[in-house]
């Protein structure tokens, strides 16, 4: 798995073989077949590896006091984990096998994780209202873009993104919480989100 991770996390899924993944890793190509079925089912659980790593990451609790530093602190580490694994988070964000369903749904799946534990900190409403849904999606991918002009240009510091985030955020929910008063947040737990 780890050598399938270093080629997928590099080249387009489609440019690489199970024969050199094999050859990477120093194994019979037989073996791919016996414990992964086919490219894809390796592929996948690579796909589901690096999800867990994540996972591990956003769910461990942020450190801060406030509201705004929790957000801060979690965001930052965020961005620090992507930055320090970005051949892969590339390679996902910008093609990997995006058209794979099952990618696509692991993809899908950890982004809007991620957007959940936050309305969860903030006390929102189930289920989540539209408004809410489609400005923490827009937000999410905010924070990928900002993410991917990191790894393209590193002249912004990680911090100051982290910062650019939280601040994007308590804006977008509190536009939305002007379009839709019932989206389940209160105004003071998004003002919470500015204070220092």
Do not use: C
Not at 160 to 184: C, I, S
Request: zero cysteines.
């Amino acid at each position: 798995m780890r050598a399938a991770s270093e080629l997928f996390s590099t080249r387009a899924y489609d440019e690489v073989t199970t024969a050199e993944i094999a050859r990477r890793a120093g194994v019979a190509y037989g073996l791919i077949a016996h414990h992964f079925v086919n490219k894809r089912g390796l592929y996948l659980a690579t796909v589901n590896a690096a999800a867990e790593r994540l996972r591990a990451v956003q769910e461990a609790p942020p450190e801060g006091g406030t509201p705004a530093e929790l957000l801060r602190n979690a965001v930052a580490r965020h961005v620090a984990y992507m930055d320090d694994n970005s051949a892969g988070f590339l390679a996902l964000m910008r093609g990997g096998n995006g058209s794979d369903p099952e990618v696509r749904a692991i993809i899908e799946g950890l982004r809007w994780e991620g957007a959940a534990r936050i309305l969860r900190a903030l006390g929102a409403a189930e289920p989540v209202r539209p408004t809410l849904r489609a400005a923490m999606r827009g937000w999410v991918g905010l924070l990928d873009e900002l993410i991917i002009d990191l790894i393209h240009h590193h002249d912004v510091p990680r911090e100051h993104l982290a910062d650019l985030a939280a601040t994007a955020l308590a804006a977008t929910l509190r536009r939305a919480l002007a379009l839709d008063p019932e989206m389940g947040i209160e105004a003071s737990a998004i003002a919470s989100l500015d204070e220092r």
